[in-house]
């Protein structure tokens, strides 16, 4: 294959190139019009921009392919509205030809909620058939007893709401889809996802999900749109083990063994997230918690790590990012800490010196700006502090953590760079990335001979769109989300085009 007529991102005399593409390896490039053409596809790119494929460093796939499907609680301003829409979808379901046992919605966000979520608002709309409503941080669920009896719960009778690792246990029986039909919603997904210019995921999906990974792969009869590293929890640790597993190993074309993950502490929104100080606004002195018992984080990190895989620590509060640098210095560990939303002063230098890569999704910071100025009011100003972390020597890799956010690298680039989104002033802009530093975090390649052929051609240069927006983010932050993306290119497979 070979693109024609494609210019780099970022070169300053704007050459059009001729990329040479063999098998899944970028083998050689020439000016435009000097490559010989015999044997090969050529792909005309009309001196588009091309710049390597994207990675999204954290996502929740099959969850996401699934919440594409569920009932949006996105635009619930309170329970009372969240707790409406439920019926309604309930009266539709009621009305369908093979109604579903259980309806499921998602993407709620009751920080800033003024009422409380209790069981008999949902009783009192949903009535008999089960419900059950997600959390947008994917932390917590509100239920209806129909559901708690559905499912087997006891206790939460009174407000229905589940948190945390139980909540995570119970999640796994929402997921009752027959394979076949869930790797359609996947493929569709990833397709979706390609045509945003992701080339590959780090999956890393609560459930042991690798062989489902290999099946999709296998199935689909040629390249999967996307490569995967596939992640692996604490419940299915000694399962790996056993059965030989590594990070890096690959299973099937494209699909290989990625991190090993641990939950450590909770999340912002629904305040579970482990703080050094107590959470504002809210009743007593609540600081969140710790997900396991640092002596168990420690013990299970050092046992993963020995048995050869990579660790990605989800560590949101400031406490919980101080103990999982606490650990992962003092037993020479490596790896990533996903999140870090709230890091101490004194601990940001930890970062570099440890050589431990950051994994950020830019957009929580806009998701979550008006909730951080209530609930961390006293310390937004080392909240999602991407610019900080960076200025400290950490490597910082970006993702949506989806469904959280869309898996979409637009969308975090956008964040990261304008801290801005709906045509607000940016949220502490002073912690933003460069458009050039957003785009690095975001890729795994360069477009050079013997790199992997993972390419994007884009329809417009995010450059000059930073270029000429950059005194108005707002502005800015439209044009990148919407940026248009022409050609994706993931191990030499042609994933997407728009090209005639």
């Not at 710049?51 to 635009?75: K, N």
């Not at 139980?166 to 979706?192: G, M, N, Y």
């Not at 809210?282 to 050869?308: H, R, S």
């Not at 760079?417 to 795994?444: C, K, M």
Request: charged share 25%; with cysteine; net charge negative.
């Amino acid at each position: 294959m070979i693109l024609t007529r494609a210019k780099r991102l970022g070169d300053p005399h704007g050459t059009s190139l001729d990329i040479v593409i063999q098998g899944n390896i970028i083998e050689a490039i020439f000016p435009a019009g000097v490559a010989p053409q015999d044997g090969h596809e050529v792909i005309d790119l009309d001196d588009r921009v091309v710049m390597p494929g994207m990675w999204d460093e954290h996502v929740h796939f099959t969850l996401w392919a699934q919440h594409r499907r569920r009932v949006s609680l996105v635009e619930a301003t309170s329970a009372a509205e969240a707790a409406t829409v439920m019926a309604n979808a309930v009266a539709a379901n009621k009305k369908s030809a093979e109604p579903d046992r259980i309806v499921i919605g998602a993407g709620y966000r009751d920080g800033l909620w003024s009422d409380k979520k209790t069981t008999a608002l949902l009783d009192s709309l949903t009535g008999e058939t089960p419900v059950v409503l997600t959390s947008v941080d994917v932390h917590s669920c509100w239920v209806n007893s129909a559901a708690l009896d559905y499912l087997g719960v006891s206790g939460h009778r009174d407000d229905g709401v589940i948190t945390e690792r139980e909540w995570f246990a119970l999640s796994q029986k929402l997921a009752d889809v027959d394979p076949i039909t869930l790797d359609s919603w996947v493929l569709d997904a990833a397709r979706h996802a390609a045509s945003r210019g992701v080339v590959g995921i780090v999956d890393l999906e609560m459930t042991y999900n690798a062989p489902d990974w290999v099946r999709r792969a296998t199935s689909y009869g040629s390249r999967y749109p996307l490569s995967v590293e596939a992640g692996v929890y604490p419940d299915d640790l000694d399962r790996a083990i056993s059965e030989g597993l590594v990070s890096g190993v690959e299973l099937a074309p494209g699909i290989t063994i990625g991190p090993f993950k641990m939950i450590t502490d909770g999340s912002l929104n629904t305040r579970t997230a482990h703080c050094v100080e107590p959470y504002l606004s809210v009743a007593g002195d609540d600081y969140g918690a710790m997900n396991f018992p640092p002596e168990e984080i420690e013990a299970t990190l050092v046992k993963a790590q020995k048995a050869g895989f990579w660790l990605a620590v989800h560590a949101i509060g400031d406490r919980a990012n101080e103990m999982v640098l606490e650990i992962m210095g003092r037993n020479n560990l490596t790896g990533r800490i996903e999140h870090a939303q709230l890091v101490r002063e004194q601990d940001f230098e930890r970062f570099g010196r440890l050589g431990i890569t950051v994994s950020v999704q830019p957009e929580h910071a806009i998701d979550d700006r008006d909730v951080t100025d209530v609930y961390w009011a006293d310390r937004a100003e080392r909240a999602f502090a991407l610019r900080k972390l960076l200025d400290n020597g950490a490597h910082i890799v970006l993702g949506s953590d989806a469904p959280v956010s869309p898996p979409d690298p637009w969308v975090s680039i956008a964040a990261a760079v304008t801290r801005t989104r709906d045509g607000r002033e940016p949220w502490h802009l002073e912690q933003g990335l460069s458009i050039t530093e957003a785009i690095d975090s975001s890729t795994r390649s360069t477009l050079e001979p013997g790199q992997p052929a993972d390419i994007v051609a884009l329809e417009a240069d995010p450059l000059w769109l930073m270029g000429a927006l950059g005194s108005d983010m707002p502005r800015a932050s439209d044009a990148l989300r919407e940026l248009p993306v022409a050609l994706t290119i993931s191990a030499g497979v042609v994933t997407h085009s728009t090209l005639s």
